[in-house]
Structure formats: C-alpha cells, structure tokens
C-alpha cells in the first residue's frame, strides 16, 4: 500500500494528509488526490504539495490504496474511472453510515474494503478512529492501515456492527462537547458576564477538564465528585442536569445518531 489517492480533499482527507506527511509515512509524491467541483483538491495540493487531478481517470494507475473521503450523498456521482483504479487494490473507505457491503457493491473488483469511522480531533492528531475490513489483512496491510489511521490519533479494530455505535459516541461527539461548551458561554453571558469573558471561561473549563480527564487517569464520575461539595454551588448545578434528564437526552441524541447513520 504504498501509493494513495484520495477521492474527496475535504476536511477528514486534509486531516489524514497532514497525519500522513507529519509522520512521514509515506512522501507528497506519493499522495494524490482529486475532488468534486469546489476548490478543496486544488487547496489541499497548494498546502501539502501531493498531486492534484482535475479527472479521477489521471489518478496515478499505480495506486495501492483508494481512500474514500466525499459525502455518503457524493457517492453516486463519482467518476467511473475510481472503479477502475480502485480493481485490486485496497479501498478505505471514511463515509459515514456507508456499508462495506454496499461499497462492495460501488467497487466490486476492490481487493478488500476497510470501512473507518474517524473524527475531527484527528485533524491535531488527537483524534479517534475504528475501522473494519472485509476480510482478515495480511500482517502488512494491517500495520500499513494502522499506521495510516494512526496518524491521526488512536486506532481500534472493531466489529462492523460497531461502526455506526462509533459514529454516534466518538464520531459525532466531538460536535456534542463543541456545542456544550457553546452553550456554557451563552449562559455565562444570560448571568451577567461579558460575552468574550464568558466564551474564554468555557473554552479553557472545556480544555482543562479535558485535559485533567486525560493526565488524572480517573473516571469522569470520580472527576466529578471532587469538584462537588455536599450543598454547594456544582452540586446546585448538577441538581438542574437531573432534573432536566440531562443523561437522557445525551442517550437520546446518541441513538439519534446512530439511527441515522444506520439510514444512510
Ligand atoms: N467531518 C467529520 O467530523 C467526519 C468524521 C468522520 C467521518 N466523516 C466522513 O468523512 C467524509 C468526508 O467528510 P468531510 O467533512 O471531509 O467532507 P467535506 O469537507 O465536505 O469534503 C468532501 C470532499 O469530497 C469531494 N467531492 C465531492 N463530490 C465529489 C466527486 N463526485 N468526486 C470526487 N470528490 C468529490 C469534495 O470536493 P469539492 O468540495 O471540492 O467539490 C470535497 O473535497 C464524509 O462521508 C463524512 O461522513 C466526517
């Protein structure tokens, strides 16, 4: 899997360009990509330096590996050429919600189909991927896919029944904790703080307890326990988030997710 092209130059193939060339897994000559109408192949070649095709059918005929990183909803009107380059060789597959059956069913001569699920922390190498592939990979195409996929973070094989629970917990959620932190300065401003105050004190809460998670090595709930004083002003707070069944809409919005990630 040496060479690789990307169909789809977007925010997640951006993502795992970076990664690649950061971590010198393979060289920009080694990379190509080719996208839909905008300008993102075209930005991404600008910012990296990998070969920038304006037809899917110039993608070097050497590829090893065809990763697939447009839109579930772009799918249909990609160029027939990719089929062609995608015969024998590898494709990985980052869509969301898409099958490996029914990306079998897109390219039926690939090789073997690995369908990923990453997230957008893997842009700063942070990120969280789970991938499956159509059939057992041999040792090397298992550390080449690895190695790849970790690039952006940290990488699990799991069952493809899982991919869409993934979606919805780690694919999805960083978005969860986007919107939390947003609405922890919208209420920092509704109690009286100034609106740019209010932003950097949820953005830096948000960071900090993230990164006290991560260093602390303790449980979320033991995280929590200590910052809440029997009678005191988090457990006032925490009082709020049980009565308005904060856990449950958090379980809902997940399953939301999931089921419409089990619809595309
Ligand atoms: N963003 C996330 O958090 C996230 C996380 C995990 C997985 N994903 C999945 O990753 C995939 C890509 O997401 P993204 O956020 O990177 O999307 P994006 O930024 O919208 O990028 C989509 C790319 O596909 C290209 N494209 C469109 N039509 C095409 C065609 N016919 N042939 C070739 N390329 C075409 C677009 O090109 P132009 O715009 O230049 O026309 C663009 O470069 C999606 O399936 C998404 O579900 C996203």
Known sequence: MKKISFIGAGRMATAMVGGILENKLRKSAELACCAGNDDTGRILAEKTGIRFL???????????????????????????????????????????????????????EANTVIRCMPNTPGSIGEGFTAYTPSENLSPEDSTSIEGILGSL???????????????AIS???????????????????????PAEMADKLARRTFIGAAKLLEQSGASPVDLRIAVTSPGGTTQAALEKFTERKLREIVAEASKAARDRSLEL
């Open 54 to 108: 304006e037809q899917a059918a110039d993608l070097p005929p050497d590829t090893d590996l065809v990763v697939l990183a447009c839109k579930p909803q772009q799918l249909d009107n990609l160029d027939p050429a990719i089929r062609q380059l995608v015969k024998g060789n590898s494709l990985l597959s980052i869509v969301a919600g898409k099958r490996i059956t029914t990306l079998q069913e897109y390219f039926p």
């Open 153 to 167: 973070g940290e990488v699990l094989h799991v069952p493809e029944e899982w991919i869409d629970l993934v979606t």
């Open 171 to 193: 694919g999805s959620g960083p978005a969860y904790f986007f919107e939390f932190t947003a609405a922890l300065a919208e209420a920092g401003e509704k109690i009286g703080l």
